[in-house]
């Protein structure tokens, strides 16, 4: 979630992902603001292959200090996907939550009528990349988790209401990834595919019931235990 810096990935694509960090809102404003002048001025010289955005916006240990103190003191992490450790907000609470939403809803309102913004990528809850169902926390972190006030309806209330942060984008299209969801029972990992399932319908049908347009996506289309446990 940092702002120093935003990292724009794309190369020939036809869909460029732009990398964004949720902090304070006026940096990452002026960030985006470049990066979507430089796809601008490309498709201007190129106009038989103009370029379209994903904006990708993350969080988990990349959160700014500011963030993730909402709701309590950091806490420690281990990943075997980044490897080491990092800090975290409480993702879960009320405080971290609502500053999500309101950091979503301003992006939308400056950009979702932008015609190069093609997706957005929704993220609510995601630790690590912007893969919301990806809890990649080593085992050692549960305790932690537990004595700090997570609980597994928290965490599906986190998911459940993804929607809602960021229903301010409703001309662009969202992308939800979804994988096989993964909770903590008696400090172990437990499935409980019933979850993904829900968020899957709750995509896919989000417009009929006058949400943003989502998809169903995922980005490595198999069931990893590697790439999903806690």
Known sequence: MRAEKLVVVGGGDP???VLIAFTRTEQVLHDLDTSLAAV???NTAHP???LAVRLRIFGGFTAPDWAKVLGGAPLTGQTRLAGGTGTLGR???GD???AWAAFQHQLAAHYDTNPLVSEVAVSSRATLTSEPMIFALGPKTIPGLVAAGWTPA???ACLQGALGDYSGWQHTALTFAINPYRSVANGKPVADDTVSDALVAACAE???HGGPRCLPANHGLQDDSASNTV
Do not use: H, I, N
């Open 206 to 208: 989000s417009a009929s």
């Open 40 to 42: 601008s001025t490309y």
């Open 96 to 98: 971290y939550r609502a």
């Open 15 to 17: 869909l460029m992902g």
């Open 154 to 156: 928290a965490e599906q």
């Open 91 to 93: 993702w879960w609470g």
């Open 48 to 50: 038989g292959d103009p």
